[in-house]
């Protein structure tokens, strides 16, 4: 549930803000409605909160050495050695890729030192290098005096005396472009600075490395100057006013907050004591009130996932936790659909709750969520005898006796016919698992609009909500006739004297005069049905969209059955290998490879389907926006 929340406008002496803010913090009570401050002071924390986090991020996560402690001060200190650290090695990698580019490029000329060429031409001997086509090189006049130093495939390259008096300076101004550019200095002292930049290099590693074992320290040192900024921001985001009484003037400092209804006694005995002013009203839909959810331990398994997601529903909206995780995990089932898959998921996620029990921890909620997600699968594989994508037929018979019939892949030639079909009509395994997923669809819409019934049971806007589930029963069997079976599901179909066809037009009907009616209801029902009728567009397609909707569903079926195709597939790739010792290693590669990509596949369907499916079309038959955001109590 969304735990009830009052809002509270708390007001002290101007001159007791820090003290006030203090002990507020030591309550641990409120979530205070401040999000900007200002001044020099948060600024700097500001700054600092930013070098902790690139400091952390350099380091890792140091799990893999002893932790050590430090106070804050020092993890400040330690945290610019590491940046400063950082970008030095920064500076050096790029001195040392420059350095080995440049020695690569005369890697071919041997050994080169422009100081001994320098006193050569000192002596008027002035050497030039050049690397040309042999075609030119064939070319040069016989004026230019040159000593051949090696061919390669690059051309020939050659030295030319160019202090020689014969030399045309024309003919050598004609090869500038072949000439060789000497280094600073020579290649050796390069090759030499080159490995004591390496060499510092690592050392900054291995220093990074030693200082790895602060991770923790440096943590906490962020956490209490992410809190020294959040008491900063509230401080000097406060508002303020001067006020007078007679000769006399004062000033008060005031903000607004949000308290659980259930602490507003502590607060107010808290603001007796402190002689503080206290406005306790109820929450208003212009608030922007947090969410603080409160469910028993098995549903808040989810919230690891909503976490994830970022999902918060609003203060005045619904919490679907419950609703969330049970289609969830059927949805996670028949996405993934396979009982083995199902079994490598199990496994996955029994290690580490193993080693908390064994450990006598806490066990993880997302290791919990992930064995439940495993648990669906292997029972969607067991309901369905799917398993590794296995043909049925090789499959043990006690396997194959505990699937459901009408959905398993035993049977998935039978033509299964209901009592009105003619002989020869029915419905097809794959047809029925289609059925399953738009009654899926008809259950979690319903809900949504039950749901909103019971809001507006005091109103007779709950007619429009029953309206609506009207319409989602008499879409649900046009879904079924028009995509599924319509032989089957014919609109002439008549079971017991009822006309099927006109039932679920009927319904269709009657669904959308009382939605079109009473959906809107304020004050009066003329005023509703004026302001369906500004919106009329948006209402005829509200229609379509149920049917949408609905059909939606059947992605559960489709990425189900892709899945179960490609694990077939590898199955059918790897097994001529198995029979062969010689490949037996590659189909074994061949198998963890397919299966284990066709699971990361599944992992994201998951993701973009069966989430979508919660989070939006379910959430929009609630009228959902999950543009809540989270209670957060001002502690310590």
Known sequence: MIVPMKKITLIAAADKKTKTLKKLRGLGLMHVEITEGSGERLDGLARDISLMDNALYFLGDGKSTEQKAIDSSEALDLANKVISLTEERKELFNKAGALEAELESFRDWGDIDPELLKELEEKNIKLGFYQMPLSEYKALSEKIRTVRLDKTKA????????????????????????????????????????????????????????????????????????????????????????????????????????????????????????????????????????????????????????????????????????????????????????????????????????????????????????????????????????????????????????????????????????????????????QNVQILCFTLALIQLSVAHLMGAARNRRSVRMLGDIGSVLQLLGMYYLVLSLVVNPQVFSFGLVIGGIPVGTVTLGLIGLGFVMSFVFSNYESSIGKSIAASMKNIVSVLLGVVNVFSDIVSYIRLWAVGLAGAAISATVNEMAGPFLGNLMFMVFAIILLVFGHGLNMILNVLSVIVHGIRLNTLEFSSHLDMSWSGHKFKAFKE
């Open 155 to 430: 051309g020939v390259k050659l030295c030319i005396m160019e202090s020689d008096g014969e030399n045309d300076s024309e003919l050598l101004a004609a090869l500038r472009q072949y000439r060789l550019t000497l280094p600073v200095v020579s290649t050796k002292k390069m090759a030499a600075g080159l490995a004591d930049e390496r060499k510092r290099i690592e050392d900054i590693d291995k220093e990074l490395l030693s200082y790895s074992a602060y991770v923790n320290a440096l943590k906490k040192a962020r956490g209490f100057l992410e809190g020294e900024a959040e008491f900063e921001t509230y401080a000097t985001g406060m508002s303020e006013e001067e006020l007078s009484q007679g000769s006399s003037a004062y000033s008060i400092c005031y903000f607004t907050g949000y308290v659980e209804a259930e602490n507003v006694d502590k607060l107010k005995q808290a603001a007796t004591e402190n002689k503080w002013g206290l406005i306790c009203e109820e929450p208003c839909p212009e608030d922007k009130v947090p969410t603080k959810l409160k469910n028993n331990r098995f549903v808040s398994l989810i919230y690891p996932l909503t976490d994830f997601l970022g999902t918060v529903p609003g203060y005045f909206e619904y919490d679907i936790s419950a609703w969330f995780l049970m289609f969830i995990l059927i949805f996670f089932g028949i996405i993934f659909g396979d009982g083995g898959y199902g079994l490598l998921i199990c496994g996955v996620a029994a290690v580490p709750i193993i080693g908390s029990i064994a450990k006598k921890k806490p066990v993880q909620p997302m290791m919990l969520l992930i064995g439940l997600f495993g648990l669906a699968t292997v029972l969607w594989g067991t309901l369905t005898c799917t398993w590794f994508g296995i043909s049925p037929e090789y499959l043990p018979h006690w396997l194959k006796a505990l699937s459901v019939p009408v959905i398993s892949n035993v049977y998935a030639d039978t033509l299964w016919t209901l009592p009105w079909t003619e002989s020869g009509v029915g419905l097809t395994t794959s």
